[in-house]
Protein backbone atom coordinates (compact mmCIF):
# COMPACT_ATOMS: atom_id res chain seq x y z
CA UNK A 1 0.00 0.00 0.00
CA UNK A 2 1.18 3.49 -0.63
CA UNK A 3 1.53 5.54 2.21
CA UNK A 4 0.45 9.19 2.78
CA UNK A 5 4.49 10.75 2.42
CA UNK A 6 3.91 8.81 -1.20
CA UNK A 7 0.66 10.10 -1.93
CA UNK A 8 1.24 13.70 -0.69
CA UNK A 9 4.69 13.73 -2.73
CA UNK A 10 2.49 12.65 -6.13
CA UNK A 11 0.08 15.21 -5.43
CA UNK A 12 2.78 17.95 -4.76
CA UNK A 13 4.20 16.63 -8.71
CA UNK A 14 1.01 16.67 -10.12
CA UNK A 15 0.08 20.48 -9.17
CA UNK A 16 3.92 21.22 -9.75
CA UNK A 17 3.11 20.05 -12.99
CA UNK A 18 -0.15 21.50 -13.77
CA UNK A 19 0.85 25.37 -12.32
CA UNK A 20 4.53 25.62 -12.19
CA UNK A 21 6.12 27.39 -9.61
CA UNK A 22 8.09 29.60 -12.01
CA UNK A 23 5.01 30.61 -13.08
CA UNK A 24 3.57 31.91 -9.77
CA UNK A 25 4.06 35.72 -8.36
CA UNK A 26 1.69 36.73 -6.34
CA UNK A 27 3.75 39.33 -4.72
CA UNK A 28 3.29 42.74 -7.30
CA UNK A 29 -0.45 42.02 -6.62
CA UNK A 30 0.06 41.57 -2.73
CA UNK A 31 1.93 44.71 -2.35
CA UNK A 32 0.00 46.70 -5.05
CA UNK A 33 -3.29 46.01 -2.89
CA UNK A 34 -1.36 47.14 0.79
CA UNK A 35 0.33 50.41 -1.18
CA UNK A 36 -3.35 51.10 -2.61
CA UNK A 37 -4.35 51.04 0.93
CA UNK A 38 -7.87 48.74 -0.23
CA UNK A 39 -7.42 46.50 2.91
CA UNK A 40 -10.06 48.21 5.13
CA UNK A 41 -7.59 46.81 8.56
CA UNK A 42 -4.78 48.83 6.60
CA UNK A 43 -5.97 51.83 6.13
CA UNK A 44 -7.42 52.40 9.74
CA UNK A 45 -3.53 52.82 10.46
CA UNK A 46 -1.16 49.88 10.64
CA UNK A 47 1.95 50.66 10.15
CA UNK A 48 3.08 48.87 6.59
CA UNK A 49 7.18 49.43 5.36
CA UNK A 50 6.85 49.14 1.51
CA UNK A 51 9.76 47.51 -0.61
CA UNK A 52 10.12 48.85 -3.63
CA UNK A 53 14.04 48.04 -3.91
CA UNK A 54 13.67 47.38 -7.46
CA UNK A 55 12.48 50.65 -8.88
CA UNK A 56 14.64 52.26 -11.86
CA UNK A 57 15.87 54.84 -8.66
CA UNK A 58 16.79 52.40 -6.40
CA UNK A 59 18.18 49.84 -9.05
CA UNK A 60 20.32 52.99 -9.91
CA UNK A 61 21.38 53.63 -6.02
CA UNK A 62 21.77 49.82 -5.63
CA UNK A 63 24.34 49.26 -8.39
CA UNK A 64 26.65 52.41 -7.28
CA UNK A 65 26.53 50.22 -3.84
CA UNK A 66 27.12 46.99 -5.78
CA UNK A 67 30.20 48.77 -8.03
CA UNK A 68 32.09 49.72 -4.46
CA UNK A 69 31.34 46.76 -2.54
CA UNK A 70 33.32 44.94 -5.75
CA UNK A 71 35.73 47.74 -6.11
CA UNK A 72 36.71 47.34 -2.19
CA UNK A 73 36.84 43.31 -2.46
CA UNK A 74 38.94 43.41 -4.97
CA UNK A 75 40.85 46.30 -3.78
CA UNK A 76 40.72 43.99 -0.17
CA UNK A 77 41.59 40.96 -2.25
CA UNK A 78 44.81 42.42 -4.08
CA UNK A 79 46.85 43.59 -1.32
CA UNK A 80 47.31 43.48 3.11
CA UNK A 81 47.30 46.91 2.93
CA UNK A 82 44.37 47.12 0.66
CA UNK A 83 42.76 44.62 2.97
CA UNK A 84 43.00 47.19 5.80
CA UNK A 85 42.34 50.40 3.75
CA UNK A 86 38.86 48.49 2.38
CA UNK A 87 38.37 47.19 6.05
CA UNK A 88 38.69 50.90 7.61
CA UNK A 89 36.86 52.80 4.74
CA UNK A 90 33.91 50.77 4.44
CA UNK A 91 30.46 51.64 5.26
CA UNK A 92 28.75 48.62 6.64
CA UNK A 93 25.12 49.97 5.96
CA UNK A 94 23.80 51.92 2.75
CA UNK A 95 23.32 55.42 3.52
CA UNK A 96 19.61 56.62 2.96
CA UNK A 97 19.26 59.63 1.44
CA UNK A 98 17.34 61.45 4.92
CA UNK A 99 14.77 60.03 6.62
CA UNK A 100 12.16 59.16 4.55
CA UNK A 101 11.58 57.30 1.17
CA UNK A 102 9.15 58.33 -1.53
CA UNK A 103 7.34 55.47 -2.64
CA UNK A 104 6.08 54.41 -5.70
CA UNK A 105 2.69 54.50 -6.83
CA UNK A 106 1.12 51.31 -6.85
CA UNK A 107 0.08 51.51 -10.33
CA UNK A 108 4.07 52.27 -11.11
CA UNK A 109 5.52 48.49 -9.51
CA UNK A 110 8.55 47.85 -11.44
CA UNK A 111 7.46 44.31 -13.81
CA UNK A 112 10.65 43.22 -12.75
CA UNK A 113 9.25 42.01 -9.27
CA UNK A 114 8.44 39.80 -10.83
CA UNK A 115 11.56 37.89 -10.59
CA UNK A 116 11.89 35.52 -7.88
CA UNK A 117 14.20 36.44 -4.73
CA UNK A 118 13.40 33.79 -1.96
CA UNK A 119 15.11 30.48 -1.57
CA UNK A 120 13.71 27.87 0.38
CA UNK A 121 14.02 27.51 4.07
CA UNK A 122 16.95 25.67 4.69
CA UNK A 123 17.30 22.97 7.43
CA UNK A 124 19.18 23.09 10.59
CA UNK A 125 22.89 21.75 10.88
CA UNK A 126 25.67 21.94 13.09
CA UNK A 127 27.98 24.70 12.44
CA UNK A 128 30.67 22.12 11.39
CA UNK A 129 28.13 21.13 8.38
CA UNK A 130 27.44 24.87 7.90
CA UNK A 131 31.42 25.12 7.80
CA UNK A 132 31.73 22.34 4.98
CA UNK A 133 29.04 23.76 3.00
CA UNK A 134 30.28 27.67 3.54
CA UNK A 135 33.44 26.68 2.54
CA UNK A 136 35.12 28.63 5.18
CA UNK A 137 35.28 28.79 9.48
CA UNK A 138 32.10 29.48 10.64
CA UNK A 139 32.60 31.08 14.00
CA UNK A 140 30.19 31.27 16.57
CA UNK A 141 28.96 31.99 20.04
CA UNK A 142 30.96 30.25 22.86
CA UNK A 143 27.47 29.49 24.72
CA UNK A 144 24.18 30.99 24.02
CA UNK A 145 23.26 34.25 25.55
CA UNK A 146 20.86 34.06 29.04
CA UNK A 147 17.21 33.31 27.41
CA UNK A 148 18.35 32.06 24.23
CA UNK A 149 18.44 28.55 22.45
CA UNK A 150 21.09 27.67 20.46
CA UNK A 151 18.96 26.35 17.23
CA UNK A 152 21.44 25.52 14.89
CA UNK A 153 22.75 26.74 11.55
CA UNK A 154 21.57 27.36 8.32
CA UNK A 155 23.33 27.70 5.29
CA UNK A 156 21.25 29.40 2.09
CA UNK A 157 21.69 32.50 -0.07
CA UNK A 158 25.71 32.01 0.13
CA UNK A 159 25.77 32.57 4.13
CA UNK A 160 25.89 30.61 7.05
CA UNK A 161 22.84 31.77 9.73
CA UNK A 162 23.36 31.00 13.25
CA UNK A 163 20.12 31.01 14.89
CA UNK A 164 19.20 31.89 18.78
CA UNK A 165 15.45 31.84 20.09
CA UNK A 166 14.27 33.49 23.10
CA UNK A 167 12.01 30.83 25.15
CA UNK A 168 8.57 32.43 24.45
CA UNK A 169 9.40 32.53 20.35
CA UNK A 170 9.23 36.08 20.72
CA UNK A 171 12.92 37.40 19.75
CA UNK A 172 15.70 36.07 17.96
CA UNK A 173 19.55 36.91 17.54
CA UNK A 174 20.80 35.60 14.33
CA UNK A 175 24.10 35.54 13.44
CA UNK A 176 25.29 35.69 9.45
CA UNK A 177 28.21 34.83 8.16
CA UNK A 178 28.98 35.20 4.33
CA UNK A 179 32.29 35.87 1.99
CA UNK A 180 29.66 37.17 -0.42
CA UNK A 181 28.84 39.95 1.32
CA UNK A 182 25.93 41.84 3.38
CA UNK A 183 22.10 43.22 2.49
CA UNK A 184 22.16 46.26 0.14
CA UNK A 185 19.10 47.14 -0.62
CA UNK A 186 17.85 50.67 0.18
CA UNK A 187 15.09 49.11 2.53
CA UNK A 188 18.26 47.71 4.80
CA UNK A 189 19.77 50.98 4.53
CA UNK A 190 19.00 53.69 7.74
CA UNK A 191 19.90 57.37 7.96
CA UNK A 192 23.76 59.16 8.34
CA UNK A 193 21.98 60.03 11.33
CA UNK A 194 20.95 56.24 12.69
CA UNK A 195 24.81 54.42 12.35
CA UNK A 196 26.95 54.38 15.19
CA UNK A 197 30.46 53.23 14.32
CA UNK A 198 31.50 50.52 17.14
CA UNK A 199 35.12 48.69 17.62
CA UNK A 200 34.46 44.94 17.52
CA UNK A 201 38.24 44.26 19.30
CA UNK A 202 40.71 46.20 16.55
CA UNK A 203 37.94 45.83 13.67
CA UNK A 204 36.10 48.57 12.99
CA UNK A 205 31.87 47.94 12.57
CA UNK A 206 29.09 50.04 12.66
CA UNK A 207 25.70 49.49 14.49
CA UNK A 208 22.04 50.04 13.65
CA UNK A 209 18.36 50.04 15.52
CA UNK A 210 15.42 50.63 13.73
CA UNK A 211 13.68 50.29 10.07
CA UNK A 212 11.92 52.41 7.84
CA UNK A 213 7.99 52.21 8.17
CA UNK A 214 5.17 53.52 7.12
CA UNK A 215 1.43 53.57 6.62
CA UNK A 216 -0.75 51.96 3.64
CA UNK A 217 -1.41 54.71 1.28
CA UNK A 218 1.25 57.14 2.08
CA UNK A 219 3.81 58.08 0.13
CA UNK A 220 6.81 57.68 2.16
CA UNK A 221 8.40 55.32 4.11
CA UNK A 222 10.12 57.14 7.63
CA UNK A 223 12.94 55.75 9.44
CA UNK A 224 11.47 54.41 12.70
CA UNK A 225 14.50 54.43 14.92
CA UNK A 226 12.52 52.75 17.61
CA UNK A 227 11.61 49.84 16.43
CA UNK A 228 13.06 46.39 18.16
CA UNK A 229 15.49 45.81 15.38
CA UNK A 230 18.73 46.07 15.80
CA UNK A 231 22.13 45.11 13.68
CA UNK A 232 25.77 45.22 14.07
CA UNK A 233 27.91 44.48 10.75
CA UNK A 234 31.80 44.14 10.63
CA UNK A 235 34.12 42.45 8.39
CA UNK A 236 36.85 40.10 9.66
CA UNK A 237 39.41 37.98 7.54
CA UNK A 238 37.72 38.16 4.55
CA UNK A 239 34.11 37.15 5.75
CA UNK A 240 30.81 39.30 6.25
CA UNK A 241 29.42 39.59 9.45
CA UNK A 242 25.75 40.92 10.78
CA UNK A 243 24.79 39.94 14.05
CA UNK A 244 20.78 41.20 14.53
CA UNK A 245 18.42 41.09 16.94
CA UNK A 246 14.74 41.09 15.99
CA UNK A 247 11.28 41.16 18.24
CA UNK A 248 10.18 41.89 21.77
CA UNK A 249 11.42 39.21 24.28
CA UNK A 250 13.09 40.32 26.97
CA UNK A 251 16.35 38.38 26.73
CA UNK A 252 17.09 40.09 23.60
CA UNK A 253 16.02 43.74 24.20
CA UNK A 254 18.22 43.06 26.62
CA UNK A 255 21.05 43.11 24.67
CA UNK A 256 22.51 46.37 24.15
CA UNK A 257 24.76 48.38 22.06
CA UNK A 258 28.32 46.73 24.45
CA UNK A 259 26.77 43.26 24.97
CA UNK A 260 26.48 42.86 21.11
CA UNK A 261 29.77 44.23 20.70
CA UNK A 262 31.10 41.71 23.46
CA UNK A 263 29.12 39.19 21.75
CA UNK A 264 30.91 39.34 18.65
CA UNK A 265 34.04 39.81 19.93
CA UNK A 266 33.47 36.63 21.82
CA UNK A 267 32.76 34.71 18.47
CA UNK A 268 35.19 31.89 18.42
CA UNK A 269 35.76 28.75 16.32
CA UNK A 270 34.07 26.11 17.66
CA UNK A 271 35.81 22.42 18.77
CA UNK B 1 23.12 39.02 -2.86
CA UNK B 2 18.99 39.35 -2.91
CA UNK B 3 17.70 41.34 0.16
CA UNK B 4 15.68 38.40 1.36
CA UNK B 5 17.81 35.53 1.37
CA UNK B 6 19.11 36.22 4.64
CA UNK B 7 15.25 35.98 6.11
CA UNK B 8 14.17 32.84 7.28
CA UNK B 9 10.33 32.43 9.06
CA UNK B 10 10.95 33.53 12.15
CA UNK B 11 12.98 37.20 10.56
CA UNK B 12 10.43 37.63 8.35
CA UNK B 13 7.55 37.44 10.54
CA UNK B 14 9.21 39.78 12.81
CA UNK B 15 9.89 42.03 10.47
CA UNK B 16 6.33 41.98 9.65
CA UNK B 17 5.33 42.60 12.70
CA UNK B 18 6.97 45.57 12.80
CA UNK B 19 5.36 46.74 9.57
CA UNK B 20 8.53 46.34 7.76
CA UNK B 21 6.98 44.64 4.36
CA UNK B 22 10.64 43.35 2.93
CA UNK B 23 9.23 40.48 5.25
CA UNK B 24 5.76 39.78 3.94
CA UNK B 25 7.50 39.46 0.75
CA UNK B 26 9.74 36.97 2.00
CA UNK B 27 7.14 34.94 3.05
CA UNK B 28 4.91 35.40 -0.10
CA UNK B 29 7.64 34.44 -2.29
CA UNK B 30 8.50 31.56 0.15
CA UNK B 31 5.34 29.89 0.34
CA UNK B 32 3.13 31.36 -3.15
CA UNK B 33 3.57 28.18 -4.85
CA UNK B 34 2.05 25.91 -2.02
CA UNK B 35 -0.32 28.22 -1.21
CA UNK B 36 -1.58 28.56 -4.79
CA UNK B 37 -1.59 24.83 -5.16
CA UNK B 38 -3.27 24.12 -2.04
CA UNK B 39 -6.73 26.69 -3.71
CA UNK B 40 -6.23 25.02 -6.97
CA UNK B 41 -6.64 21.30 -5.53
CA UNK B 42 -10.29 22.92 -3.99
CA UNK B 43 -11.23 25.25 -6.87
CA UNK B 44 -9.77 24.04 -10.14
CA UNK B 45 -9.68 27.74 -11.67
CA UNK B 46 -6.05 29.30 -11.77
CA UNK B 47 -7.11 32.77 -11.72
CA UNK B 48 -9.67 32.05 -8.67
CA UNK B 49 -6.53 29.85 -6.65
CA UNK B 50 -4.48 33.25 -7.41
CA UNK B 51 -6.73 35.42 -6.02
CA UNK B 52 -7.63 33.16 -2.77
CA UNK B 53 -4.11 33.19 -2.12
CA UNK B 54 -3.12 36.80 -2.71
CA UNK B 55 -6.20 37.69 -0.17
CA UNK B 56 -4.68 35.31 2.22
CA UNK B 57 -0.95 36.82 2.09
CA UNK B 58 -2.86 40.53 2.49
CA UNK B 59 -4.75 38.81 5.48
CA UNK B 60 -1.34 37.91 6.73
CA UNK B 61 -0.30 41.53 6.95
CA UNK B 62 -3.74 42.38 8.85
CA UNK B 63 -3.60 39.99 11.26
CA UNK B 64 0.01 38.98 11.74
CA UNK B 65 -0.31 40.43 15.53
CA UNK B 66 -2.69 37.94 15.96
CA UNK B 67 0.13 35.08 14.95
CA UNK B 68 1.25 32.56 17.46
CA UNK B 69 4.84 32.88 17.08
CA UNK B 70 5.51 29.42 18.98
CA UNK B 71 3.98 27.93 15.40
CA UNK B 72 4.77 27.46 12.41
CA UNK B 73 3.80 30.08 9.98
CA UNK B 74 2.94 27.50 7.09
CA UNK B 75 -0.34 25.69 8.56
CA UNK B 76 -1.43 29.28 9.68
CA UNK B 77 -1.48 30.85 5.91
CA UNK B 78 -2.78 27.20 4.33
CA UNK B 79 -5.55 27.41 6.84
CA UNK B 80 -6.60 30.42 5.77
CA UNK B 81 -6.28 29.46 1.91
CA UNK B 82 -8.00 26.21 2.47
CA UNK B 83 -10.98 28.35 4.40
CA UNK B 84 -11.33 30.55 1.57
CA UNK B 85 -11.28 28.29 -1.53
CA UNK B 86 -13.65 26.26 0.11
CA UNK B 87 -16.15 28.97 0.96
CA UNK B 88 -15.90 30.16 -3.11
CA UNK B 89 -16.27 26.20 -4.01
CA UNK B 90 -19.36 25.91 -1.68
CA UNK B 91 -20.73 29.30 -3.54
CA UNK B 92 -20.07 28.01 -6.74
CA UNK B 93 -20.23 23.79 -6.18
CA UNK B 94 -17.28 23.77 -9.12
CA UNK B 95 -17.25 20.33 -10.14
CA UNK B 96 -14.91 19.64 -13.22
CA UNK B 97 -16.35 17.75 -15.74
CA UNK B 98 -15.24 14.10 -16.90
CA UNK B 99 -15.85 14.18 -20.99
CA UNK B 100 -16.33 10.45 -21.39
CA UNK B 101 -16.50 10.96 -25.19
CA UNK B 102 -12.73 13.05 -25.00
CA UNK B 103 -11.04 10.59 -22.57
CA UNK B 104 -12.06 7.03 -22.24
CA UNK B 105 -8.98 6.56 -19.83
CA UNK B 106 -10.30 9.36 -17.15
CA UNK B 107 -13.64 8.43 -17.46
CA UNK B 108 -13.09 5.01 -16.00
CA UNK B 109 -10.69 6.47 -13.68
CA UNK B 110 -14.02 8.92 -12.43
CA UNK B 111 -16.13 5.42 -12.60
CA UNK B 112 -13.36 3.50 -10.48
CA UNK B 113 -13.72 6.29 -8.11
CA UNK B 114 -17.00 5.63 -7.52
CA UNK B 115 -17.12 2.31 -7.28
CA UNK B 116 -13.55 0.98 -6.26
CA UNK B 117 -14.83 -2.66 -7.35
CA UNK B 118 -14.29 -1.40 -11.35
CA UNK B 119 -10.50 -1.48 -11.51
CA UNK B 120 -9.38 -0.23 -14.37
CA UNK B 121 -7.50 -2.87 -16.76
CA UNK B 122 -5.72 -0.93 -18.86
CA UNK B 123 -2.38 -0.16 -17.14
CA UNK B 124 -1.92 3.83 -18.53
CA UNK B 125 0.90 5.63 -19.30
CA UNK B 126 3.23 6.78 -16.38
CA UNK B 127 2.92 10.54 -17.65
CA UNK B 128 -0.80 10.72 -17.10
CA UNK B 129 -0.88 8.85 -13.99
CA UNK B 130 -0.51 13.00 -11.97
CA UNK B 131 -3.25 14.33 -14.55
CA UNK B 132 -5.24 11.79 -13.87
CA UNK B 133 -5.27 12.34 -9.99
CA UNK B 134 -5.49 15.61 -10.28
CA UNK B 135 -9.16 15.03 -12.16
CA UNK B 136 -9.75 12.16 -10.08
CA UNK B 137 -9.69 14.60 -7.03
CA UNK B 138 -11.34 17.31 -8.83
CA UNK B 139 -14.64 14.30 -9.20
CA UNK B 140 -15.10 14.94 -5.51
CA UNK B 141 -17.26 17.27 -3.96
CA UNK B 142 -15.33 20.65 -2.73
CA UNK B 143 -15.74 19.29 1.31
CA UNK B 144 -13.75 16.40 0.01
CA UNK B 145 -11.33 17.69 -1.86
CA UNK B 146 -10.90 20.01 0.96
CA UNK B 147 -10.20 17.19 3.49
CA UNK B 148 -7.33 15.90 1.17
CA UNK B 149 -5.62 19.44 1.42
CA UNK B 150 -5.83 19.55 5.11
CA UNK B 151 -4.08 16.05 5.26
CA UNK B 152 -1.78 15.98 2.33
CA UNK B 153 -1.12 19.89 2.79
CA UNK B 154 -1.70 20.68 6.45
CA UNK B 155 -1.22 17.81 8.52
CA UNK B 156 -4.63 18.63 10.24
CA UNK B 157 -5.56 16.14 12.94
CA UNK B 158 -8.90 14.86 11.92
CA UNK B 159 -10.37 16.33 15.32
CA UNK B 160 -9.14 19.62 13.99
CA UNK B 161 -10.65 18.84 10.15
CA UNK B 162 -13.65 18.31 12.03
CA UNK B 163 -13.72 21.75 13.61
CA UNK B 164 -12.51 23.22 10.69
CA UNK B 165 -15.31 21.90 8.68
CA UNK B 166 -17.81 22.25 11.18
CA UNK B 167 -19.07 18.38 10.64
CA UNK B 168 -18.80 15.41 12.90
CA UNK B 169 -15.49 13.74 13.43
CA UNK B 170 -17.43 10.76 12.07
CA UNK B 171 -18.07 12.45 8.74
CA UNK B 172 -14.40 13.48 8.13
CA UNK B 173 -13.12 10.30 8.98
CA UNK B 174 -15.33 8.91 6.44
CA UNK B 175 -14.64 11.28 4.01
CA UNK B 176 -10.98 11.16 4.53
CA UNK B 177 -10.77 7.52 4.44
CA UNK B 178 -12.93 6.88 1.64
CA UNK B 179 -11.17 9.69 -0.37
CA UNK B 180 -7.47 8.31 0.38
CA UNK B 181 -8.13 4.57 -0.14
CA UNK B 182 -10.15 5.49 -3.73
CA UNK B 183 -6.08 7.51 -4.24
CA UNK B 184 -4.22 4.89 -2.92
CA UNK B 185 -6.05 2.32 -5.22
CA UNK B 186 -6.16 4.44 -8.09
CA UNK B 187 -2.37 5.14 -7.87
CA UNK B 188 -1.72 1.28 -6.64
CA UNK B 189 -3.69 0.35 -10.10
CA UNK B 190 -1.54 2.10 -12.19
CA UNK B 191 1.94 1.46 -10.47
Known amino acids: MMNDKEIRTLLQEALAEELSAEQIDLWPAVKANLVAGKQQTLSQGDKMNINNSLSPYRLRHAAVALMLVVALLALAAITPQGRALAENARHFFTRSQGEAIALPAAAALPSDLAAPTAEPPAPLISVAEASAQAGFSVIALPAAPAGLTFLGARYYGNAVHLEYQAANNEGYLIITQSKHGFLQSDWDAAPETAVIPVQIGDLPGELVQGTFVTYAGAEAAEWNPTAPIVRLRWMQDGIWFEMGRYGSAHAVTQLDQADLVALAESLTVQP | ?191
Do not use: C
Open chain 2, 1 to 191: MRKDMYMNDQIAISRLKQGDLTGLETLVKRYQAMAVHAAYLILYDRAQAEDVAQAAFVKTAERIHQFDGKRPFAPWLYQMVVNDALKLARKQQRLVSVDAESDESVTRVAEWLVDPAQRPEQILEQEEIRRLLLQAIASLPPEQRAVIVMRYFLNMSEASMSAKMERPLSTIKWWLRDARHRLRGLMESFG
